[in-house]
């Protein structure tokens, strides 16, 4: 069964960009062999992490968008593995994210909207009458001492 996959791997800063190029087309040469169709593959630059790892604290952020099953998904998650200049990856299933999210944009469009319904203007009170609207204060009887 084919499902879709989002592959983050993150690569050393100081890699060449010819370097980096040729890492990205031999993994998805890897993918595709391994059976796996890569949908998409993204380069989000370079950002600072979160924390340390392996001595850095930078790196180069790859997305790969993947339609694979269960083992392509691991041949593509131990050739990054085995690979030295990714120091961190991480594979996350979004097919049923994205079903779910096509399920509430579909019940959310079929749902009327409330302003488009018109409401009817509120009707204006009656006026009261003046002796009702002052309020009339009673004097306490005084205490005799």
Not at 27 to 50: C, D, F, I, P, Q
Not at 101 to 116: D, G, H, M, N, T
Request: glycine share 2%; hydrophobic share 40%; charged share 30%.
């Amino acid at each position: 069964m084919q499902r879709i996959y989002e592959v983050m791997f993150i690569v050393r800063p100081d890699m060449a960009d010819e370097d980096l190029d040729k890492l990205v087309s031999n993994l998805e040469t890897n993918a595709t062999t391994a059976g796996a169709k890569v949908k998409n593959s993204e380069r989000m630059g370079k950002r600072r992490l979160a924390y340390m790892v392996r001595n850095f604290n930078d790196g180069i952020y790859i997305l790969m968008t993947l339609e694979a099953d269960g083992p392509a998904i691991h041949e593509v998650e131990r050739r990054l593995r085995v690979s030295e200049p990714v120091i961190k990856f991480i594979t996350v299933r979004i097919d049923e994210i994205q079903k779910r999210a096509e399920k509430i944009q579909k019940l959310r469009a079929s749902k009327v909207k409330r302003s488009a319904i018109p409401t009817p203007a509120p009707e204006a009170p009656a006026p009261l009458p003046v002796e009702a609207a002052t309020p009339t204060i009673d004097a306490a009887p005084e205490a005799s001492a």
